[in-house]
């Protein structure tokens, strides 16, 4: 028996979903260049897109949502949203913005000047593509066992010292602006970084006079499996864990999308006066006034119950126990899933399963698809088509994983739902011959393609055996 313990929630209001057959699934994949990110969503029955803005928000963040200020200017709202982030990450200036994106955005136009290169555990597609934008070049500097699925390194997250120091040798101190660090590094799966390796990041970058910015998007999370999994943590707090990975770094992008059960929103926060006044300047420009960012007064007070409840440890437990169930079911299965099964998502291992489609055949995509018209399921390639293209050679990257992500939103579906897509996606791996062939590009975008992408058969009409 795989332990599936009671959710701490109980449902107060539903939201129907369809069932719909296999024949009206196919028509509709192909309608949407067999892109399951172009399909509308009420042709999906469950959505495992994104654990991002699909969240359901409490009783608490519907009632905080009539509380909003909606004065351009000063919005009280703003100053208890304010408060809630500083008082859970610990950083004293925080600028709001839209979403995640947004921030990094302003983060990387406030730091990075051409020709410069910017280290970081494992790339994340929008915060590189920003990077990218403003003329740096990436370093993955993340340690080797993350791009192995079957390894279980309990901190796949973790930075290597070497690969760093070998960055910092080769490309000199003056040209790195930050080195970007994610907690937990999503593309890996949803692994974490330990709090040790982190403070040694901080340390050996500040040496040089580097600041360290963190990707807090889930850091709770994080903090979670800290708590599991490093010796020194298991007596404290997720909330003293979260506050004890921030400490050591000089800033966070946040999109509050993720932990903090918000449908939309995010943030800056700095701890240097100065470069939370650029900041600032640039968010006048990009996203609205410095006191909202592009939320709403309602979004900020949403957001900000949204973080008092992120760091409630039976919310974490009973999330992580879903994934692990989830993770497990397919396991035993024979299904070849990423291992250790992390925060946010379960990942299946495309290359592996799809052992007969070559790179250029895209599996992650094709597997994608092949989900989804089996029984509605909605996840994301997170292979060559999420890695895009290198802006020097215009090749096309394939990075070790290749991988479909089925990531789970919060507080959202039972666990019938969860037994739902287990089966459905054992059955596709017990019939992973009847997929015969891959995709092929036939609209590819400059940017994040994996969104807008349109993709056909590399033969025939189906990527199915006729
Ligand atoms: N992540 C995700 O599904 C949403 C878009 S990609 C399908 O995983 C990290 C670690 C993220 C992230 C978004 C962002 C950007 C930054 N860092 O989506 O702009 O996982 O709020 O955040 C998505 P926004």
Redesign the pocket.
Known sequence: MIAYPPEPWRIKMVEPIRATTRAYRERALRAAGWNP?LLRSEDVYVDL?????TNAMSDRQWSALMRGDEAYAGARSFYVFEEAVRAHYGYPHVIPV???????NILSRCLIRPGTHVPGNMY????RAHQELNGATFHDVIIDEAHDPVSEHPFKGNVDLDKLRAVLDACGPANIPYVSV?A????AGGQPISVANLTEVCELAHHHGIPVFL?T??AVENAWFVKQREPGWARRSVAEILLALCAPTDGA?M????DSFAN???WIALRDAELAEQARGLVLLFEGLHTYGGMAGRDMEAIAQGIAESVEESMIAARVAQLEYLGRRLRDAGVPVLRPIGG??VCIDAAATLAHLPRDQFPGQTLAAAVYVDAGIRG?ERGAV?AGRDPLTGRNRFPALELL?L?VPRRVYTRSHIDHVADSVIGVHDHRDAIARGLTFTHEPPH?R??QARFAPVAGASIFAE
């Open positions: 990110c897109f994104t654990d991002s803005g839209h979403q995640g994106r947004g921030g990094e994340f597609p929008s915060t994610a937990t590094v999503n593309m990707d998007a889930r992008v999109s509050a999308k993720k939309i929103g995010g946010h998502c994301v999420s992500r990531a994040l994996f969104f």
